[in-house]
């Protein structure tokens, strides 16, 4: 098993997991691809086998460079519950070698993916127990057009990580 950057030949796979995931919001290919190409450094990809397993696409948020934004991760299903995912995620937090340590990492999730809350908050175990705080982010109204045959999504709540201890 292999976790590193991924390549721009490497978006569609990112594209695939995400598609298969039926649970993550489906981007276009073009922004798995942008992901690879801008944000490589910040995103990692998971290899098994030789064949790509999961994926994260993260960024540094423009006004605090060592705060880590995890927009999204996802595992094939074969491949969850491996630790997959935590291991991309201790790789991205502990890499200081883009902009100086990650001293925060901020995500969202929505109240039902039981999952990604685990994810996240064993990851802040293990970041020396660092606090997690839960905070409204994005509303309904924000992510879905109004209307009544509109298709409500979620809230996505803002999980804000650390500093560690
Ligand atoms: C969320 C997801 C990425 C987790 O990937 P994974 O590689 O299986 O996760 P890990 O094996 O690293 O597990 C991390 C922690 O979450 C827990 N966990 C994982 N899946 C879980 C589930 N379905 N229910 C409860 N806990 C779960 C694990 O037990 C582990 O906790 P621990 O460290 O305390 O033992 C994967 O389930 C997935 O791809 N889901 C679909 C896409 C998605 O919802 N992404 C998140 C939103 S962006």
Same mark, same amino acid.
């Given at each position: 098993m292999l976790i590193r950057p991924p390549r721009v030949d490497e978006g569609i796979a990112m594209w695939r997991i995400a598609r298969d995931s039926q649970t993550l919001d489906l981007n276009s290919s073009y922004a798995y691809v942008l992901y690879a190409h801008d944000f490589a450094d910040t995103c990692r990809l998971a290899i098994v086998d030789g064949v790509p397993a999961g994926f994260v696409l993260g960024y540094r948020r423009p =006004?605090?460079?060592s705060c880590l934004f995890v927009w999204q991760v996802a595992v094939d299903a074969d491949f969850r519950g491996l630790g997959l995912a935590g291991r991309m995620l201790d790789d991205l937090i502990h890499d200081?070698?883009?902009?100086? =340590?990650?001293?925060t990492l901020h995500t969202t999730i929505t109240d039902d993916n039981v999952a990604s809350q685990r994810t996240f908050r064993s990851l802040a175990k293990r970041w020396g127990d660092a606090p997690v705080t839960v905070n409204a982010l994005f509303e309904s109204e924000h992510l879905s057009l109004s209307g009544p045959d509109a298709e409500l999504h979620d809230p996505e709540r803002l999980y804000e990580i650390g500093p560690p201890a």
């Open positions: =006004a605090d460079r200081d070698s883009v902009d100086g =340590a990650v001293k």
